[in-house]
Structure formats: structure tokens, C-alpha cells
């Protein structure tokens, strides 16, 4: 089911039915989140933190986790509420949950990777405002069961943060000529020797450390997957026509019918 | 093809293909390439070579990527124009991976993924070159200096140049110095006399080279404005607005500006003026267009010079105004014969 179905099929429903049918099954939750609408590369939600923070592999990875956490929580707890909410006030009860989410983790990355929480600084608070978090919520898990929702939400999550993760690493190996430096930061004493120097004696490339390199990382990004789009979409036409013409209503007057 | 659709007049007029005037263009900066090969050595002329192959083969790569006609679009020596003008810009020892992280650049992202020639809304030699100025500072702040003013006292030699270029020379801090901009931006504290009278990178020598620099940007300059390639309006402008920036700040700030022929004649003024804002693509295309676009350039480059974090300011300023080109071109449209009042300006409740 396509997402313009879908969002037309929640809009169809009320709010306060009692539909206890997710509105897409699994497989296409899934596909829809690392794929198909993807959050970063597809509805470009989030920009702010991706292009400020994805300048390293570490980053990255600390900022998607934290989104997919919050993502996921916001989204269960949304979901849970969703019948005893008043439409007027939906928003400002979302925005409510997704703060105190966000506080929480800003709190446990204070406590658990405290250089880290710095290197993020205000891109951590800064997480409430990600359009994605608040645009799951309300297209999503307000309509939908617990699971479903949460389901969405750690999809969703983990599509963002594998864009996140894939445009920190380009831009590490570009901007710097390392690929997972720093990460005990994240993960602790035991990656402190996860640095890979890939290019020795490399002269930092400013432009790609700077955000202006993010931009066309991801134009970079969104290209690649545009491609490949269309390559599957030629593929399956190809598929197609080569499966048999038994569906072609004309008569062909000319030519090799086969 | 993409050019005809570009109503600059000069590349309109009869037999006058965009290769000829390309090719125009890039002979206009031989005085120039001269002078600067006669005061800092080999350098230019490498970097040149290294420009020139890189350019050849990122925009054949592209061409081939993006299914055009290869040949064809080679044979418009734009590529080639595009990798001229880097060349120059950078400085004499640069080493080989910027200047060619520089031109790739500036073919394939400034120009090629906009769609090829005709379509860039960018200098794409400006745009690589920004690029690598920001992002290697080091480098592209070692300009070599005259030779009687450097600690050295003599000048590369063209296997030093290429060592300089290809590998590291050890040395290479003897034979380079502040270009006059970059000693006047960090003047510190002296006021300008002194700094005039003390700073190595501003004494007679030094300054007087970049002088003969400029000098032979402007005959190229003139040349091109003789052929009828480029027209007088953005030049002029440029110049004129650095002339009035200066000239202003210097009457009232005499202790701490630098006087207008300095700012006219250091630095990269002529060579911008004449070759790098009258890019017909990324440029206005109107007369008064053209006149408010290199008025535009002008100030920028007197603002970024004198309180910006680089020490000249063309490539920057030429990018900004690039932006506004559009902008201008749609309030600058001249008045077609028989046709009512062209559009000026803004007009507040009305659309008449």
C-alpha cells in the first residue's frame, strides 16, 4: 500500500473509532520505514541534525540512536493514548510526550557518554523538533495499535539513522580520511581501537567536515537511491514485458507476435 | 545544444561560435600568464597543464556518465576555459591534488550536474576555487614572492616548481611570502603608513609585481572588449564600485585604508573584472543588469578585503552575486521596441 493510500485511508477514519486494524501490514511498515519513505532521503524530515551533526561516523550513530529511541517511545506512547485524546490538543500532547523523551535520553547520554552528549550539544534537545518524530506520531501511531506503531517507529528510526550513519562515514572518509573514530565515545573502552586511518598523511578536507559538504553528501544520497529506483522500476518493466504481451487487448497488425 | 538558448549578445553574433570565443578568452590571459610565469616561476604554467588534463578528463567522464556526445562538447573548449582561469587563480606551488580536486569540482559539480554549459548558475572556476580555499587554507595561502624580496633571493626553478607540485619541498616556505592583500589584512595594529613602510609583502617589489600582474589582465581585458566579447558594463562596474569603496573609506580613514589604486591594482581585481564576473552564463544579461551586477562585485570584494576573513575577495563575491543574477536580470529587462515601460522595480499594489 502506497503512503498516499494510506495517509488517505486514516484520513477516512475517525478519530476516535476504535480501529484496531493496523492501517499496513508488517512487510510494508518495514519497507516504508528503511525504504520506500524513508525519513531522511525520501521526506527529507530532520534535516537540521543530520546536516549539523553527521560529520563523523560517532556522531552520527550517537544522534540516530537517540532519534529511533525517542522515535520509538514517542510512537508507543502516542499510540497508547490515541482513543483518550481530543483532537484540538493532539498536538501539543504529542509534542508534550516527545519532550519528555527526549529529556530522558539527553539525561542518559549525560550519564552513560558524557563527551559525546557535548560533541551533540544543543542537537540533542534539539531532537523534539524533529519533524520526523512529530510526523509519525500524528500520520501513524495516532491511528494505529501498539505494535504497528511501534514497529513504525523503530523502522522509521532505523532509516534515519542509517542515512545518518552512511553520510557520517562519507563524510569522515572524505573530510578526514578515517572511518570509526572516536567511538569509544559511544560504545566504550572497547572501541577504542576501532579507528581505521583508511588514507595516511590526508589533508582534512574543510569543506566536507563543514555542513555545506552534508548537503551534497545528501544530494549525493538521494541521487544513488533515485537511481537505483528507477533502475528496479525499468526492471520490473522489463519483467513485465517480457512475461507476455497475453494482456494486451490490441491487435498487432505488424511485427513478430509472440 | 545549450548555448543557443542563452540571449547573451556576444555569443549571438554570426560565425562566432562558442569555441571561438572560448578560445578568445583563453588567449586574452596569455600576457597575463606570462607576467605571472616571468614573476613566480614555472608554477603557473604546471599548475595550467594539470588543470588542463584534469578538466579534459572529469568532463569527458561526466559527458560519458550523463550519455552525451563526448567530442562535441570537448571541442567547445569550455572545459578547457574553466581549467585557464583555475590555473591562474591558485597559487604558483599548489600541490597537484588541489588543483585537480579544484577543476574536477568545478566540472562536474559546478557545471556538469546543473546541466552543462549554458545551465550553471555559478562560476564554475569560482566555485572550485572557493571550494579549495576553504577547504585547504595552507596551501592556497603560499604565494610565492618576488624574488628579491624572499628570504631566498632567487627564484624556482622549473624542476623545484615541479617538486614543489608533486611531491613537498622542503624549502619551499623561503621562496613564499604574503601577497600584498594578505600582508594589508594582517597589519595588525600598525596603521596603514607604516605598515607600508615595514611589512616585507608591501614594500615597492612585491607590490609592483602584482601590479604588472594586473597590468597584463587588463590588456587581455582590453583585447576582449576590442573583439566585442565581452562589453565595458561589468567591468567598468566592478572597477568603478572598488574605486569608489576605496577611495571613500581611504578620504576618511587615510591612517588605517589602503588607497584605491592599491585595492585596483593587487590581488586578483583585473583579472576578475575582466575575465572571471563577464562569465556570460553565470553573469546578468542586460546592460544595467550588468552594471548593478559588477557594482555588486565591487563592494563585496572591497568588504570581504578589508573586514572578511579572506584576504581578497573575488571568488566570493562573484558567487553572491551569481545568486543574484536572476533577480537582476528580471527587474534590468530593456524595453523592446513598440513595447510599454519595462519592468523597474517593485510596485506596491499593482502588477501594471
Known sequence: MSTSEETAVNLDTDDTAQDNQPSANYADIIYNGIWKNNPALVQLLGLCPMLAVTSTVVNALGLGLATLVVLVGSNIAVSLIRNYVADAVRLPAFVMIIASFTTCIELIMQAYTYELYQILGIFIPLIVTNCAILGRADAFASRNPVLPSALDGFMMGLGFMAILVALGAMRELIGQGTLFSDMQLLLGEAAIHWKWVVFDDYPNVLFVVLPPGAFIGLGLLIAGKNFLDEREKQRIAAQKAKDGPSNSKRVRVTGQVS | ?352
Not at chain 2, 181 to 194: A, P, R, T, V
Open chain 2, 1 to 352: 545544444m545549450a548555448l543557443l538558448r542563452i540571449t547573451s549578445p556576444h555569443t549571438q553574433r554570426a560565425g562566432r561560435r562558442t569555441s571561438w570565443v572560448m578560445q578568445m578568452v583563453i588567449y586574452a590571459t596569455l600576457p597575463g600568464i606570462i607576467v605571472q610565469t616571468w614573476l613566480f616561476g614555472w608554477g603557473t604554467v604546471i599548475n595550467l597543464a594539470i588543470a588542463g588534463v584534469a578538466a579534459l578528463l572529469s568532463e569527458a567522464a561526466i559527458l560519458a556518465m550523463r550519455r552525451r556526445p563526448i567530442r562535441f562538447f570537448l571541442q567547445d573548449y569550455s572545459a578547457l576555459l574553466t581549467a585557464v582561469l583555475l590555473g591562474i587563480a591558485l597559487p604558483p606551488t599548489v600541490p597537484w591534488w588541489v588543483t585537480v580536486t579544484a577543476v574536477s569540482f568545478a566540472i562536474v559539480f559546478a557545471k556538469q550536474i546543473y546541466g552543462g554549459l549554458g545551465n550553471n548558475p555559478f562560476n564554475p572556476a569560482m566555485v572550485g576555487y572557493a571550494i579549495v580555499l576553504v577547504s585547504f587554507p595552507v596551501p592556497m595561502s603560499q604565494w610565492l614572492g618576488v624574488s628579491s624580496v624572499v628570504a631566498s633571493g632567487e627564484m624556482l626553478s622549473f624542476s623545484q616548481s615541479l617538486q614543489a607540485i608533486f611531491h613537498q619541498l622542503p624549502v619551499i616556505d623561503s621562496y613564499t611570502m604574503a601577497t600584498p592583500l594578505d600582508g594589508f589584512k594582517h597589519k595588525e595594529l600598525l596603521d596603514s603608513q607604516s605598515a607600508f613602510e615595514t611589512l616585507p609583502a608591501l614594500q615597492a617589489a612585491s607590490i609592483d609585481s602584482w601590479l604588472w600582474v594586473n597590468l597584463a589582465y587588463l590588456m587581455g581585458g582590453l583585447a576582449l572588449l576590442w573583439l566585442r566579447i565581452i562589453t565595458w558594463h561589468t567591468p567598468a562596474a566592478l572597477l568603478g564600485a572598488l574605486l569608489v569603496m576605496s577611495g571613500l573609506f581611504y578620504v576618511f580613514d587615510t591612517s588605517n585604508a589602503a588607497s584605491p589604486f592599491f585595492h585596483l591594482t593587487t590581488g586578483a581585481a583585473m583579472f576578475g573584472a575582466f575575465f572571471i564576473a563577464t562569465d556570460p552564463v553565470s553573469s546578468c544579461t542586460s546592460n544595467r543588469g550588468k552594471l548593478i551586477y559588477g557594482a555588486g562585485i565591487g563592494i563585496l570584494i572591497y568588504i570581504i578585503r578589508t573586514w572578511g576573513g579572506y584576504p581578497d575577495g573575488v571568488a566570493f563575491g562573484v558567487l553572491l552575486m551569481n545568486f543574484a543574477a536572476p533577480l537582476i536580470d528580471y527587474y534590468t529587462q530593456p524595453r523592446t521596441y513598440g513595447h510599454k515601460k519595462a519592468k523597474t522595480g517593485l510596485k506596491i499594489g499593482g502588477d501594471h
